[in-house]
């Protein structure tokens, strides 16, 4: 695992280190050797999918906020803008932000549940982790902030103990996404919500054309020329198309036990961000 970079090694003394719960043995355990599933347009063991997942966020990780800016043309700042607001999130709360990337959502969301509440940054890739706690300590935001590596599928938090779960642009990437929504909602506290924001399917037919063109054409030549990595690129682009449409999505978390299910299409529906309670 990367240290944390000279700047923030001042810092890091007084931030909790990473917590590893076993992420990667859950993963192993939770994944079916014998069940199919899908990376990109290829059908794989889910164990095969769970390496390659990992695979590819190990290789993006460091250019990862230059990832989002090539799959959103820099528009996910405003579609994670709208989800913090749509939080409405209070001082105290406890949150578990899952998929946390480089920790865009915990970094808004610290602030708001302090002094007393705690957020978690959590993510099942290790350097995926490392990369958003550095730039958090960075940052100057350490009060309040823990770091867990886990599998969404398996959370290792007690039943009934966050107000709030967060999940930005990581569902897609999970094989069991049923198995993970079921697992979030052992974890909210009775009137919790989970939001979930996520590539979706574009309603608009010419905005369609023109995304299928970026995505499969410009995308992954994007990637090679900026992190030399056309394939993760590849896979990504694929990732989403393969991923429950919206509609789909919320029967999915209306079957895991999530109540006033719904969701917001933002630009056109290329995105969705997805909204229920356990009540």
């Keep these: 695992m990367n240290q944390a970079s000279p700047a923030s090694s001042e810092a890091a003394t007084d931030t909790p280190p990473i917590v590893d719960k076993g992420a990667d043995k859950a993963a192993d355990t939770v994944a079916d050797t014998e069940k199919t599933t899908h990376f990109g347009f290829e059908q794989v063991p889910e164990a095969e999918k769970v390496q390659r997942v990992r695979q590819v966020f190990?290789?993006?990780?460091?250019?990862?906020?230059?990832?989002?800016?090539?799959?959103?043309?820099?528009i996910h700042r405003l579609w994670k803008r709208f989800t913090i607001d749509l939080a409405g999130v209070h001082p105290g709360w406890k949150i578990l932000d899952l998929a946390g990337g480089t920790g865009d959502l915990a970094a808004a969301f610290a602030p708001l549940v302090a002094p007393e509440?705690?957020?978690?940054?959590?993510?099942?890739?290790?350097?995926?982790?490392?990369?958003?706690?550095?730039?958090?300590?960075?940052?100057?935001?350490?009060?309040?902030?823990?770091?867990?590596?886990?599998?969404?599928?398996?959370?290792?938090?007690?039943?009934?103990?966050?107000?709030?779960?967060?999940?930005?642009?990581?569902?897609?990437?999970?094989?069991?996404?049923?198995?993970?929504?079921?697992?979030?909602?052992?974890?909210?506290?009775?009137?919790?919500?989970?939001?979930?924001?996520?590539?979706?399917?574009?309603?608009?037919?010419v905005l369609?054309?023109?995304?299928?063109?970026?995505?499969?054409?410009?995308?992954?030549r994007l990637g090679e020329m900026v992190a030399k990595d056309a394939e993760s690129y590849r896979y990504l682009a694929e990732s989403i198309r393969m991923h429950p449409?919206?509609?789909?999505?919320?029967?999915?978390?209306?079957?895991?036990?999530?109540?006033?299910?719904?969701?917001?299409?933002?630009?056109?529906?290329?995105?969705?961000?997805?909204?229920?309670?356990?009540?």
């Design 245 to 279: 449409n919206q509609e789909t999505l919320k029967q999915m978390m209306e079957q895991a036990g999530f109540e006033r299910c719904s969701y917001h299409n933002l630009t056109g529906g290329v995105v969705a961000l997805h909204s229920g309670y356990k009540f």
């Design 117 to 205: 509440g705690e957020v978690i940054l959590s993510d099942i890739n290790a350097a995926m982790l490392q990369e958003g706690r550095n730039r958090l300590i960075n940052k100057g935001l350490t009060q309040g902030l823990n770091y867990v590596q886990a599998n969404a599928e398996a959370l290792p938090f007690a039943s009934h103990h966050f107000n709030l779960v967060t999940m930005a642009f990581g569902l897609r990437n999970v094989t069991n996404k049923q198995a993970a929504l079921e697992s979030i909602f052992r974890v909210l506290k009775p009137g919790g919500r989970l939001l979930v924001l996520e590539f979706s399917e574009v309603k608009l037919p």
């Design 58 to 74: 190990d290789s993006v990780a460091s250019n990862y906020d230059l990832m989002n800016d090539l799959m959103s043309l820099g």
């Design 208 to 220: 369609k054309q023109m995304y299928d063109l970026y995505s499969f054409q410009i995308l992954p």
